[in-house]
């Protein structure tokens, strides 16, 4: 027995009746905030008045994303609980997902939402990446299992688009755009996690210009399901003669199914799933052991060149790290939201001055509301620094000339590590703090609070963990152009501080000092990074994760204001946006002085904690 979930012009999806009674539809899309932080917390409408994102308008903008919102709260919300109380299985190999996904995956895609940001030679729909990343936020906020898919598929199509030969895009680039065949990432291998170079899978060249790929992958997401009639694989994996550790690396595309002449699928391929992993959160998603080559080697084509597949696959990651970290931002909202919901309900205790018999929302009570609007706060915060990164891919990808380009690159670059690391730290930390709004409830699995907690956790993990974010933000990213990109990306946020402190209105409070001491620390932070780069790195290693803290709160602070004050100026939104706004500098952005000591002071101590390790 099942209900049917109506939503007009798309296949009905079926809920089964037990799972559906204790599962409300809880996520909407904060269409309000997200267009918002994409107007004046990333410069969109600059950018769009420049002609930067050729004849599209606000307008369109905002019409896709109306469009995504009813796709996610209609379409992929409803299966978010499912997927975790029935997961993915797998029988002798084969991975079935839970009821109603495959249809949900169906109408999805048929959407053309999969090719949205691809481009429309492969039949993409050519949009921009902040467009995309407005609607990853989307996807995932409705259901964080859901959208590791997608996610990966579009990292497969950056890269295969980027590195690939004519003949390769020919035969798989349109399908992967149009999502009718999804795509994965195969890095991790037992011994090999954080250090990829250290990764054993081999390719042998086959003598006809294919490769023979042989042996054993972990954890990989999605890496056998029947949401798609063919799944392409994107390997890494070291040929017989190839030097050590990463610059030995190549990437393979191998096939689930092997194509026929006409582009048709053909025999399977001689790869399987092993096993799927029973997991903390996200049960919706398969995630498997894959084995390669057990009757002589998968067929597997080379993307690129033979030894340099690490770049290829950083091209593929790092779209998919800015997407992992739009997944600890759509994971926050919904944790907000729901907290917000169950305030307003939740009665408990009354509030001075109420009467006796009287009992008040929980929503009422300061600490509560202080609960609330740190989720709210760090959500937004953590959304405009991934929108703003969106943005830098754009110029990177679209700017007029080499050098515009070029500086939207290092921007990108720059602001990357911050997007996946900080939006994914926030995203557990505003999950934890939905689970305490809703009490002893909140451990209960029947509100959904949990489940939001146990799905935001691994975002922190994949993609890099975000220790190795914070070691790639001031080891790679802080030495770019010899320091400049973070010199003008400061300069950029100090005169958001000035405008602020211009303003002297009192209804942002201490905004401006507090902002002004924390880009005060971040730049004294950032010269003590790059000094110690050079002559104590460990150090700077010890200090990597506070700074990235540090950078993410100045940062997300100050697009923050930036919001407020466009509110004031327009005298629109203003109660809400001003209120965040300082409330960020005042409460979150205050604790940069201490992030920075923690740096400079703090370091030796980490250095020496072995001596309090020792058993
Ligand atoms: C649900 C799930 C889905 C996944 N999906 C995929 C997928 O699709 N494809 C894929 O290839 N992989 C996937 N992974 C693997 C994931 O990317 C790795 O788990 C992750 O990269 C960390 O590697 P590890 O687990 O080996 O941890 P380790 O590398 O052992 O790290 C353990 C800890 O040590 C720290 N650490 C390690 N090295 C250093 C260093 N040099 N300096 C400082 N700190 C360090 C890490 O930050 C971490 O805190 C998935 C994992 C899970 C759980």
Excluded at 19 to 45: C, N, Q, W
Aim: hydrophobic share 45%; charged share 20%.
């Amino acid at each position: 027995m099942g209900a049917y979930n109506a939503c007009a012009g798309l296949p009905p999806v079926l809920i089964p009746l037990n799972i559906r009674a204790e599962t409300p539809v809880t996520y909407h899309a904060p269409l309000a905030d997200m267009s918002f932080a994409l107007k004046y917390g990333t410069s969109l409408l600059p950018a769009l008045e420049e002609g930067l994102l050729g004849d599209l308008t606000m307008d369109d903008v905002e019409a896709v994303l109306a469009e995504a919102g009813r796709m996610a709260a209609e379409v992929i919300a409803p299966l978010d609980r499912v997927g975790d109380r029935v997961g993915a299985t797998i029988k002798d190999g084969v991975v079935t997902t839970a009821p109603g996904w495959k249809e949900a995956y169906d109408a999805w895609r048929k959407g053309g939402w999969n090719g949205l940001a691809s481009p429309a030679e492969w039949g993409g729909q050519g949009l921009p990446q902040i467009v995309n990343a407005a609607c990853t936020e989307m996807w995932n906020g409705a259901s964080m299992a859901f959208g590791v898919g997608p996610l990966l598929t579009m990292g497969a199509v950056d890269a295969l688009n980027v590195h690939g030969s004519d003949a390769l895009k020919r035969s798989y680039l349109e399908k992967l755009v149009t999502g009718e065949w999804m795509g994965t990432m195969h890095l991790t291998e037992p011994q090999a996690g954080s250090d990829v170079g250290a990764l054993r899978t081999r390719a042998e060249r086959a003598g006809d210009g294919t490769y023979r790929i042989i042996g054993q992958k972990i954890f990989i997401t999605y890496g056998e399901h029947d949401l798609t009639d063919n799944i392409i694989h994107f390997v890494l994996a070291r040929l017989p003669d190839a030097p050590p550790g990463t610059r030995g690396i190549s990437l393979f595309l191998v096939p689930k199914f092997l194509l026929n002449a006409n582009g048709s699928l053909g025999a399977r391929n001689d790869l399987r799933a092993h096993s799927i992993e029973h997991k903390l959160g996200i049960h919706g998603s398969p995630t498997c052991t894959m084995v390669f080559g057990d009757h002589g080697g998968a067929i597997g084509f080379l993307i690129g060149e033979e030894n340099a597949g690490m770049a290829c696959m950083f091209t593929m990651m790092n779209r998919a790290r800015l997407a992992v970290g739009l997944q600890g931002v759509g994971v926050a909202e919904r944790a907000t939201q729901q907290a917000i919901a169950y305030a307003r309900e939740r009665k408990q205790g009354r509030t001075p001055g109420m009467a006796a018999k009287e009992s008040a929302p929980i929503i009422a009570h300061p600490d509560v509301k202080r609960m609330l609007i740190t989720m709210r706060a760090l959500t937004q915060a953590a959304r405009s620094i991934g929108y703003a990164t969106a943005l830098a891919l754009d110029r990177a990808e679209r700017g007029a000339d080499k050098t515009a380009r070029e500086t939207g690159h290092a921007r990108a670059s720059l602001l990357t590590p911050l997007a996946k690391a900080f939006s994914t730290d926030i995203g557990i930390e505003v999950a934890s703090l939905g689970v305490q709004v809703h009490g002893g409830m909140g451990f209960i699995e029947e509100t959904g609070a949990a489940q939001l907690y146990r799905d935001a956790r691994i975002a922190a993990i994949y993609e890099g963990t975000n220790g190795i974010q914070a070691i790639d933000l001031i080891t790679r990213k802080l030495p770019l152009d010899g320091g400049a990109a973070v010199e003008t990306y400061l300069a950029e946020l100090r005169s958001i501080v000035d405008a602020v402190n211009a303003t002297n209105d009192p209804a942002l409070g201490w905004s401006g000092l507090r902002l002004e001491e924390a880009l005060d620390s971040l730049t004294r932070a950032t010269r003590w990074m790059l000094a110690h780069l050079e002559k104590d790195i460990n150090q700077a290693l010890a200090g990597a994760t506070p700074y990235l803290r540090l950078f993410s709160i100045a940062a997300g602070g100050c697009l923050l204001a930036q919001q407020a004050l466009a509110a004031l100026r327009l005298n629109t939104d203003t109660g809400s946006r001003v209120v965040l706004a300082r409330f960020f500098a005042e409460n979150i952005v205050v604790h940069a002085p201490a992030l920075e000591r923690a740096i400079v002071e703090g370091s030796g101590g980490v250095l020496a904690a072995d001596a309090a390790l020792a058993d």
